[in-house]
């Protein structure tokens, strides 16, 4: 008898909010048992479990115990598993929850950003080989060493679930990995804004890390990372209907497809300008050290040519750093002796991504072009291999994601594009 297909399936917060949701979940784990698969479930916490609990820790302390925090947040995932684990058992399926050191998962030892170091799946096997549908709590693991952090619950860092997913999914060489959430894909951009938006059937690894990167949420940047490393291909797809999701995958295609495949826009972006910074070596390290230890993700920065010995360094932050970015850069201001300290909040970021930019001219002169027919000013540029971004006002974003996703006809369904040789053979 050849062996079943495994399946790992992953099911986010808001497909677990309430107790009808998780029996909604629990059906649609039973349809995929009933066809034969052997099935390993992820679950995040249900809702805004995590949210809650954080907020119940902060109304306790400002300054919480990093490894308290870590036993506290990993309860929300031991919920959600047991409870889909008793959902499944009303259906009559035989399944078990286990926790994410039940399953075998070890992490290093930084709580509440801990990387999965390894997975020994023994225990995951032996209840598969039961006939176990095997429900895992997503977003945590076991400290490996025995240390005095050893064995200690870690938690995976927000969004973590998923990376959990594809790390089994490919440590049990799954056949397929399903994130189900609530929206049925990826698409082009965000249909809220777009009402033309459209759902891409599949989209390349690094086209996916480059739209999340940019603000497009659907996904745990590292946990696409995961599945292209280890080359798991991941469907996203809606919990909520049942439709085609989007697959992320190599796509052998996408030189062929000479096209930008979508937009992605964030508004959680601050810009920082120093003006008058002193042009001397070590100043940008200066600036740039102490932000990074302070964890705060600088994203484009660009420093004017120098005049009379002094430059203009402008950056961009997540907004929610901004605050905690001005306490650092103050007195930094004060000791390398620049102007002034300027910040604006109420700007945002668009990008167009796509392989197809690679090594083709004129995608930003098309991008540019666009958004100064809008009306929209650009107040930074910066680029990948695949990628263009802008710094736009915020109050301009809506505008420039219609614009754009109009020019580059992202509404129409790609087709790829003909090679010469693939045609004559
Ligand atoms: N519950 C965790 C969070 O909200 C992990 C997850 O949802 O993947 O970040
Ligand atoms: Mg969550």
Same mark, same amino acid.
């Given at each position: 008898m050849p062996a079943a297909p495994l399946v790992v399936q992953k099911f986010g917060g808001s497909s677990l909010a309430d107790a009808d949701r998780i029996r909604r979940v629990a059906r649609r784990i039973a349809r995929e048992r009933a066809s034969g698969s052997e099935l390993v479930v992820v679950v995040s916490a249900m809702g805004d479990t995590t949210d809650e609990l954080l907020g119940l820790a902060a109304a306790i302390t400002d300054t919480p115990d990093e490894r308290e925090l870590d036993m506290l947040l990993a309860t929300g995932e031991h919920q959600s598993a047991t409870l889909v684990s008793m959902a499944l058992h009303a259906l009559g399926v035989a399944a078990i929850s286990l926790s994410g050191p039940q399953a075998g998962i070890t992490t290093d030892g @930084?709580? !509440?950003k801990a990387r999965i =170091?390894? +997975? #020994?799946p023994d225990r995951v096997r032996r209840e598969l080989d039961g006939g176990k549908v095997v429900i895992v709590a997503g977003f945590q693991g076991r400290a490996e060493g025995d240390d005095a952090a050893g064995a200690d619950i870690t938690t995976l860092g927000r969004g973590g679930s998923d990376t959990t997913a594809v790390a089994l999914a490919a440590r049990l060489r799954a056949t397929r990995c399903q994130i189900f959430t609530d929206v049925r894909g990826i698409y082009t951009a965000d249909p809220r804004i777009v009402a033309d938006a459209r759902q891409l059937p599949v989209i390349g690894y690094e086209e996916m890390l480059e739209l999340a990167g940019q603000g =497009? #949420? /659907?996904?745990q940047t590292r946990a696409v990372e995961l599945g292209w490393v280890n080359d798991v291909v991941i469907e996203v797809l809606s919990s909520f209907e049942d439709a085609p999701g989007t697959l992320i995958k190599e796509d052998p295609l996408v030189e062929q @497809? *000479?096209? /930008?495949?979508g937009l992605a826009h964030d508004r959680n972006v601050a810009k920082v300008t120093l003006v008058e910074v002193p042009d001397r070596p070590g100043v940008a390290a200066h600036v740039f050290g102490p932000l990074a230890e302070a964890g705060i993700n600088v994203d484009m920065i660009v420093q004017n040519i120098g005049h009379g010995g002094a430059t203009d360094l402008s950056f961009t932050i997540p907004r929610v750093e901004l605050a905690k970015a001005k306490r650092i850069l103050e007195p930094i201001a004060r000791e390398l002796g620049f102007r002034e300290l300027t910040t604006d909040s109420s700007v945002a970021k668009v990008s167009i991504v796509g392989a !197809? +930019? #690679? *090594? =083709?001219?004129g995608y930003a002169a098309r991008m540019f072009g666009t958004l100064a027919d809008a009306g929209v000013n650009i107040e930074m540029i910066s680029t990948s291999e695949i990628r263009i971004t802008t710094i736009i006002a915020e109050d301009a974003l809506e505008t420039a994601v219609r614009a754009l996703h109009a020019a580059f006809e992202l509404e129409r369904p790609e087709t790829a594009v003909a090679q010469p040789s693939a045609a004559a053979g």
């Open positions: @930084r709580y !509440g =170091a390894s +997975i #020994q =497009a #949420q /659907v996904m @497809r *000479n096209k /930008v495949r !197809g +930019i #690679q *090594n =083709a001219p």
